[in-house]
């Protein structure tokens, strides 16, 4: 502490120089609108430098997890395409399709930002209304489902996530003609209940559980997750499954928006065959 006290007491001139400098800039600043406006720019860019540096070692150190998210998305294609090819009346709809024909397009877009450890979670993508993006639609992953979008700008969409309490996806277990909705207890981000699935059906771990196709928001067929065990529901009659999901939302960095063309027109004929029941 004596020594502390002399290396202060003989570099006071020095200490009392940068406290009477930093009042002076505060003063300055404060007083100035100039100087202010030009001081306030100047850290936004350093702060706006700092995130987008932390942002591309993120990147940098997430480039394993998504190269291999790309590879996977590829083997899945080319399996389509094969199985496609192979099928002369797929061969024949492939080469002739127009885009009016084809019932869903699918929008690329990037994650700027996302909740994952909340019990109500958001993606915000870089898409909005001008590229075509609307409320309702479906938005997957390389992996599999990612949630439904929310809200919508011209540039900007938020995603409310599978990670959402009040998120409810039509699922299925792959080869069975069961269906349930899926939802989040709000606590592990890699799993997920499927229930009101019936108690009779055996279920092995690691069956592929995917969308159902019913309803207008995704296709038939895409993977959610896998099992992971399952019970009774309550002693009743329907089972509570546990589901890994197959979307690492830690590593999302890129999602596909799904556009269904033929939407609006399955809702109006929905929507009139309910005003015929109550009329």
Known sequence: MLNLWRFISRYNAFFFLIIYLTIALVLLIRNNDFQRASTFNTSNQI??????????????????????SLANENRRLHAMLKTSFMDD???????TDTIH????????AEVVNKSINSRNNYITINRGSKQGIKKGM???GPSGVVGIVWNVSENFASIQSVLHEDTRITSSIEGTP?????????????????TDIPNQLNLKPKTRVVTSGLGVIFPKGILIGTVLKSGV???GSFLDIAVKLSTDFYALQYVYVIKNNFQTEQETLEEANKESLNE
Do not use: C
Request: net charge positive; hydrophobic share 40%; proline share 3%.
């Open 47 to 68: 702060v706006g430098s700092v995130y987008q540096e932390v942002n591309s070692i993120n990147k940098y150190l997430n480039l394993a997890l998504v190269n291999d």
């Open 138 to 140: 479906g938005v997957i």
């Open 233 to 235: 529901k309550g002693g």
């Open 178 to 194: 069961y269906f349930g909705p899926l939802v989040w207890n709000g606590k592990d981000p890699r799993i997920v209940t499927l």
């Open 89 to 95: 009346s797929l061969v024949t709809n492939t080469v």
């Open 101 to 108: 024909k084809v019932k869903y397009e699918y929008i690329l």
